[in-house]
T-cell receptor
Framework: GDSVTQMEGPVTLSEEAFLTINCTYT??????LFWYVQYPGEGLQLLLK?????DKGSNKGFEATYRKETTSFHLEKGSVQVSDSAVYFC????????????FGQGTRLTINP | DGGITQSPKYLFRKEGQNVTLSCEQN?????MYWYRQDPGQGLRLIYY???????QKGDIAEGYSVSREKKESFPLTVTSAQKNPTAFYLC?????????????FGSGTRLTVV
């Protein structure tokens, strides 16, 4: 079945460090790919998305490129801030009709000043 | 502003009781979803509904029930048959024809069995 695997956390970085959170997927069709962010005690917010191969999603300094050849959608940011501390979820959506999101297990990111 | 409202934010249940979690949206979205979140396990789909008066089981529907009598509302009942109900519950919605835009999530309900 369709699934998403994220790099295990927690991840702890210093402010202004470079961030990569790895995400790979398995899907029977051609999925759309998403990154969501969850701040403490809140729901999930859409961070960025890509709907076809080689698309790059970007938002708030975060980027991810849809790599069909490696079935990956790694999240990157060049210089992280303390306010980026949150849990990040990679997700995919496939198919027509009932378009359900399938989530990875989440990666907790902590940025120290 | 449009959005999804979940209530209550915190809920305590005694063993053997049924409880109902509220989810209301004013986004005019056709589809609505319920997810359960446990530490380190990501989000797991409980139930979803694509149109009014219709809903389908997700991956972990046992011990839960839903209804979709109105487009705006998708309440979730956690029954006494759910063996381990303590979790964070998230409701979401999407535009049926534009699901690839992603979901909009509510702020969640934290349920604790006491």
């Amino acid at each position: 079945g369709d699934s998403v695997t994220q790099m295990e956390g927690p991840v702890t970085l210093s402010e202004e460090a470079f961030l990569t959170i790895n995400c790979t997927y398995t899907a029977t069709g051609y999925p759309s790919l998403f990154w969501y962010v969850q701040y403490p005690g809140e729901g999930l917010q859409l961070l960025l998305k890509a709907t076809k191969a080689d698309d790059k999603g970007s938002n708030k300094g975060f980027e991810a490129t849809y790599r069909k050849e490696t079935t990956s959608f790694h999240l990157e940011k060049g210089s992280v801030q303390v306010s980026d501390s949150a849990v990040y979820f990679c997700a995919l959506m496939v198919g027509q009709g009932a378009q359900k999101l399938v989530f990875g297990q989440g990666t907790r990111l902590t940025i120290n000043p | 502003d449009g959005g999804i409202t979940q209530s209550p934010k915190y809920l305590f249940r005694k063993e053997g009781q049924n409880v109902t979690l509220s989810c209301e949206q004013n986004l005019n979205h056709d589809a609505m979803y319920w997810y359960r979140q446990d530490p380190g396990q990501g989000l797991r789909l409980i139930y979803y509904s694509q149109i009014v008066n219709d809903f389908q089981k997700g991956d972990i529907a046992e011990g839960y029930s839903v209804s979709r009598e109105k487009k705006e509302s998708f309440p979730l009942t956690v029954t006494s048959a759910q063996k381990n109900p303590t979790a964070f519950y998230l409701c979401a919605s999407s535009d049926g024809g534009q699901a690839a835009r992603g979901y909009t999530f509510g702020s969640g309900t934290r349920l604790t069995v006491v």
